[in-house]
Nanobody, 123 residues
Framework: QVQLVESGGGLVQVGGSLRLSCAASGRTFSMGWFRQGPGKGRVFVAG????????DYADSVKGRFTISRDNAKNTVYLQMNSLKYEDTAVYYC???????????????????WGQGTQVTVSS
């Protein structure tokens, strides 16, 4: 069993930055960040391999968000820059298992999820 705890969310102005953290207890594999905006479904944001050498991003965040991980701390991060109104959402981190499919963007490839952290972008 793996527990994931997100932190770092909050209220930020358009154009601002936030860094989300996801601390894991237990063994993790490839990990991802997803988000769910008001009245919307959960969508892929970014993914990272177990070693951290491979990453993937949704087109909507490429060039603005960076996913990284510190395996010594068992923590994955999401650095979010140049934030837009449409980035407002609850952000969730998740981890795959050793048996999961390859695609980072598929939510059904992830087996453990955090409770989420709210990010609100306003003027």
């Amino acid at each position: 069993q793996v527990q994931l705890v997100e932190s770092g969310g909050g209220l930020v102005q358009v154009g601002g930055s936030l860094r989300l953290s996801c601390a894991a207890s237990g063994r993790t594999f490839s990990m991802g960040w997803f988000r769910q905006g008001p009245g919307k479904g959960r969508v892929f944001v970014a993914g990272i391999s177990r070693s951290g050498d491979l990453t993937d991003y949704a087109d909507s965040v490429k060039g603005r968000f960076t996913i990284s991980r510190d395996n010594a701390k068992n923590t994955v991060y999401l650095q979010m820059n140049s934030l837009k109104y449409e980035d407002t959402a609850v952000y969730y981190c998740a981890t795959k298992s050793r048996f999961s499919g390859v695609a980072y963007y598929r939510a059904d490839n992830y087996v453990y999820w955090g409770q989420g952290t709210q990010v609100t972008v306003s003027s």
